[in-house]
Each structure stands twice: as structure tokens, then as C-alpha cells.
């Protein structure tokens, strides 16, 4: 049961669908927002997969995907939610397309691992393996473009810590809502 089930447990329908994923997708526009360029790197760290986190924390595996393509789509017809305010068609032939098509597959698993989960743990492990999928994701595209050991050393290897930061915090949010509600 993810964490909107247990916040909203009365009658849901379409509309309330509806508006858990534009939330969601709103969050993670917002946190996009909040970016740091890397001088020897293509790509920035952002708060993106921190948001990827928090909506498979709370919406689930099917709503969380629904969030993803909802702000996927709307980056794609020109709002600017992507890191930094970018939009449009073009940002998916960047050196970011493999970690934003990453967090579709890292929200449906973690948004999976989540749904029944109560502990830290649980939750650390959750939000670390849909770090790792996103980062891989990330290397997978960026390998296209400058070969595997460039795609591991500008796309991987600098943003493992903070992934990990971004994974405790993220865990500790989860665990903190979760004992709030018991």
C-alpha cells in the first residue's frame, strides 16, 4: 500500500488518480529546478532523482509511473520542468535522455518495493537499487555517445555519493511519514 493509500484511505476514483500524478509530477518539476552544472560532465546533479524517490515513496509503482510520463510529456511539448528549466523534444536527444527514461523503471521498482514497506532498511535498499537503475540507465545512453569508460567517469562515478545521500534522506522521509501515520 503506498503512502497516499494510507494518508486518502477513503473513496478514490479517477479524479483523485488524476491529481496524485499531476502532484507528482509538479514535485518533481520543482525539485528539477535545483541544479548544479559539473564542469567535466554533460550532466548536472539535480534534485531529479531525489523526486523520483519520494514519488514512488507515496504514489506507488502505478501512479508513480503515471507522475514520470506526466512530466515527461510535459517537458516534451515545452514546459520548462526539466533540470534547470529546460524543455522540449531536443533535451531527449541529450546526454541526460537515458536517466530521464531511467525514472520510469526505477519508480515502477521502487514504487514495487515500497508499496508494503515500513522500515528504514527496506527503504534504503529500495532507494538505492532505483539509483543504481537510474544511474545505469544514464550510462547506458551516454556510452552511445562517448563510449563506455567516458559514460562511467562523467555519468556515474561523480554522482555515486550523492546518490547515496539522496537515498538516506529519502529512506528517513519515508520511514518518518510511515511512523506518523501509524
Known sequence: MALVDVVRPARRGVLYDVLCVLGG????????????????????ISLQTFGVMLIAASLGAKKGVGAILAYLFEGAIGLPVFAGG???LAVFAGPTMGYLLGFVVAVAIMGWMLEKNTSFTKGLLATVIGSLVMLVCGVIWLSIQFGFE???????YPF????LLKSIAAASLIRAGWKNLE
Request: glycine fraction near 8%; proline fraction near 9%; aromatic fraction near 8%.
Open 86 to 88: 529546460a524543455a522540449g
Open 150 to 156: 567516458t559514460a562511467l567517469v562523467i555519468g556515474f
Open 25 to 44: 509530477s509538479l514535485l518533481l518539476a520543482i525539485l528539477s529546478q535545483v541544479k548544479v552544472p559539473l564542469w567535466f560532465t554533460p550532466v548536472p
Open 160 to 163: 555515486l555519493m550523492g546518490s
